[in-house]
């Protein structure tokens, strides 16, 4: 008894569950890999929830996997349930996972995900579904899928009928198309044919076969051994393990990757669950959702959607209503209209959020294990939809799950991406986005070959990619998620090598790269109370060399150069204060508590020099006059140097995106009308030939700004040097602008200001936070 289906097809596994409660085969196989024959009796165990992915993957190579994805509405999973029930052996007869593996990721894929019949076959050149719903009249094979086999009901007459139909149909294709293109199928039923036959000489008969129905027609062909055997010879092998994996709806869908798969597999669920009134019950769901998300959807519109979607069906000369009909009333009724709830109907609900369960006794690499033991311990499970977890790194479980987090990325496994903190930005609160993939499942197995706990197999990868590391930055890089994960083992290796790279890496931006990482370390290692004593050692001696290295590199830039250097002189400038602080934290060494004085220097030797590009001067100034080093005064003189007409028009330009550009650089012209004057006045003189030269620099500077900047900086422009005044000058000024600032008024706003800082909270006054 051959039984053709549909992947993933929910009609599909309601036929083939009404075949074998007909027939009560003695055998039953399945298509898919004989490796999984020992992992079929958990599908029987309590803790196993569909949807679920068999997982193949090379033993030497983990990467080299292959999926085998199941639903609760998968015929495949139907079967396996079956056979267990009624204490009936199911096996798997597709070819070996050994073979499929070791032809490639391609074929793997090929195997894992086979998508005939479905109008989804990424790799099909010949589509089964298409060709048969276009010979019916159809332009879509969803629709037609659905009017001829998901809408049949359980009672519709001879359980074998569909399934003959199905057989017929695809013989005729294959009689004109082949094998559709794929080679390979040819020596897959070869031995899909060899395992059927064995089967009827161990049973005697009463075999079902459960297969994909492109399949079919190839497994009735009367054959020899001897050819089958052939087809088979010579195949190449590696050694492969396997696995229950969960998966995700996600998953099943196209939208999400999975070659194989179908539109709507929370849709599909829903029609194989529904016990009756598939599309009251849908409307319900959906009415559920949109109330959730304080939308005004009452019985009413469930009711007028429901009949609207039966008149759409009969409109459009179909059985019943499919999603299509359903998904436009839910549009018309329920939505007004938009197209924007209705996004969420499908992403919620069409799609679906999803995601299966294994039992603990699934085998599984002891990384895997150790992963798992650590997320119930740390009460972190797994989940398909993407949230946003919010850790406080003083409370213990919260370090814990910032460590293991850490780790898990450090090991290519990105469970979580850090995310920015709505909360505050102290280095105690971390902020992670969180989202759980079915390929994490192989990143995990391939992690494994590092070690059998997640922090050894972190502090072995972290040892090795610190040795094998190109450039000093991946160093520093490498140091801070040391700290962040917490690998004291690791560190030793990680701060030799950084050592070694820091004492020979001359080039001035390698080294002003790598400092910021390295301060952040400082930072985190303290909120975790590590030792970074070595650290700061390395991040001084690193901004020494960067103080005495800078000028010179500065020198004779081109503009793309000078950008880069830009980004370098703000990364370093941000994070010198910081080293200065935690070197006054820990006590003076050698002087230390001069750096920022020394690198305010070294930025007032950027500011005079002449071979120094503009923006670079222009940025060296800003710093200054931020930092309180330099007066308003000698600002202003600076940029009228930087502006005279003597200065080419592109040099000027760039000095003032330097000068202005950044955060701060409208508000600074917008207080200072002498600054704006300058800049305003420089402008006008602009030759008519060079203007087109300095306008996409000009253009790209004062864009950044807010609207409420740009539309200030144009009036005080358009009124003009002699009746603008200055904001914080002494003229009329703007509306809502005082001569001279109240003291009063900003004193009032510190108590709120402290407050939605957080600085007055009992927490942040132990941790010595605003003090």
């Known amino acids: 008894m051959l039984l053709g289906v549909r992947h993933h097809g929910p009609g599909s596994a309601r036929a083939v569950r009404a075949a074998l409660d007909a027939a009560l085969p003695r055998v039953v196989l399945i298509e898919g890999p004989p490796e999984a024959d020992a992992l079929i009796p958990l599908a029987a165990d309590e803790e196993m929830r569909p949807p679920v992915a068999l997982l193949a993957h090379a033993v030497d190579e983990p990467g080299r996997s292959a999926f085998w994805p199941l639903a609760e509405f998968s015929p495949e999973w139907v079967a396996v349930r079956w056979a267990l029930d009624h204490d009936v052996p199911a096996r798997f007869i597709d070819l070996p996972a050994t073979h499929t593996l070791a032809w490639g990721a391609d074929t793997a894929e090929e195997a894992a995900g086979e998508p005939e019949p479905s109008a989804a076959g990424a790799d099909v050149r010949v589509d089964p579904l298409a060709v048969l719903a276009e010979a019916a009249g159809y332009d879509d094979p969803e629709r037609w899928w659905e009017d001829v086999v998901e809408h049949r009901g359980a009672g519709d007459g001879d359980p074998f009928a569909p399934f003959a139909a199905l057989e017929e149909a695809m013989g005729s294709l294959r009689e004109v198309y082949g094998v559709g293109g794929h080679d390979r199928d040819l020596v897959r039923e070869a031995y899909m044919r060899l395992q059927v036959r064995a089967a009827r000489r161990e049973f005697g008969g009463g075999v079902a076969v459960v297969c994909g129905a492109w399949h079919v027609p190839a497994l009735r062909e009367r054959t020899t051994v001897a050819s089958d055997r052939a087809l088979l010879k010579g195949l190449p092998k590696v050694k492969a393990d396997m696995t229950w994996v969960p998966w995700t709806y996600r998953r099943l869908a196209r939208a999400g990757g999975y070659g194989a798969g179908i539109d709507s597999p929370g849709w599909y669920g829903h029609l194989f669950a529904a016990p009756d009134r598939p599309v009251e019950r849908w409307m319900t769901k959906v009415a559920g959702l949109l109330r959730d998300e304080d939308r005004l959807v009452s019985s009413a519109h469930v009711i007028e959607a429901v009949r609207l979607a039966e008149t759409l069906a009969a409109l459009r000369g179909r059985p019943l209503p499919g999603l299509g009909e359903t998904t436009d009333a839910v549009r018309a009724v ?264 020394r690198w305010q220097a070294v930025l007032g030797v950027l500011s005079a020099r002449d071979t120094v590009p503009g923006v670079l001067r222009g940025r060296a100034v800003r710093l200054l006059l931020d930092d309180g080093v330099l007066g308003q005064e000698e600002a202003a003189r600076l940029m009228g140097l930087a502006l005279s007409p003597g200065t080419p028009p592109g040099d000027a330009a760039a000095w003032i995106e330097g000068f202005v550009g950044g955060g701060g650089g409208g508000m600074l012209l917008v207080h200072d009308e002498r600054l704006l004057g300058l800049v305003d006045g420089w402008l006008t003189r602009v030759p008519a030939e060079a203007f087109t030269d300095v306008l996409p620099l000009l253009r790209r500077t004062f864009s950044a700004y807010e609207p409420g900047v740009r539309r200030t900086l144009g009036e005080l422009v358009r009124r003009g040097p002699g009746a603008r005044g200055s904001v914080a000058g002494t003229g009329s000024g703007l509306p809502g602008f005082a001569p001279e600032p109240d003291a009063e008024r900003a004193d009032a706003v510190v108590p709120v200001v402290r407050l939605l800082l957080g600085l007055d909270s009992e927490e942040n006054r132990l941790a010595g936070v605003g003090t």
């Not at 930005?425 to 079915?438: A, S, V």
């Not at 706990?453 to 450039?471: C, F, H, N, P, Q």
């Not at 830009?566 to 010198?576: F, I, M, S």
């Open 334 to 597: 329920m939505c007004d209209g938009s197209d924007v709830p209705l996004a969420l109907v499908h992403d919620r609900l069409v799609v679906g959020d999803v995601m299966g369960e294994v039992p603990a006794s699934a085998p599984a690499v002891p990384l895997q294990r150790d992963l798992t033991r650590l997320q119930r311990r740390l009460r972190l499970k797994p989940e398909a939809s993407e949230r946003e977890l919010e850790l406080d790194l003083r409370k213990e479980t919260d370090a814990g799950r910032s460590r293991l987090l850490h780790r898990l990325r450090l090991l290519g496994v990105a469970w979580g991406e850090p995310a920015v903190s709505r909360g505050g930005t102290g280095t105690f609160r971390e902020t992670w986005r969180l989202r759980w993939e079915p390929e994490l499942s192989v990143r995990v197995a391939e992690a494994g070959v590092w070690g059998t706990t997640v922090v050894g197999a972190a502090t072995a990868k972290a040892e090795a990619d610190a040795v094998g590391a190109r450039g000093l930055a991946e160093v520093t890089e490498l140091a801070e998620q040391c700290l962040l994960a917490e690998l004291p083992d690791a560190l030793p290796t990680v701060m030799r090598v950084l050592v070694d790279r820091a004492a020979l890496d001359t080039d001035v931006g390698h080294l002003a790269q790598a400092l910021p990482a390295l301060v952040r370390s400082l930072r985190y290692g303290d909120v975790r109370g590590t030792d970074t004593g070595a650290l700061a050692e390395v991040a001084a001696g690193l901004a020494e060399r960067v103080f005495v290295g800078l000028p010179p590199a500065c020198a004779a830039l081109d503009t793309d150069a000078a950008e880069e250097m830009r980004r370098h002189v703000d990364a370093v400038h941000g994070v010198v204060a910081l080293l200065g602080e935690t070197a006054s934290a820990t006590g003076p060494r050698d002087g230390r508590g001069g750096l920022r004085g």
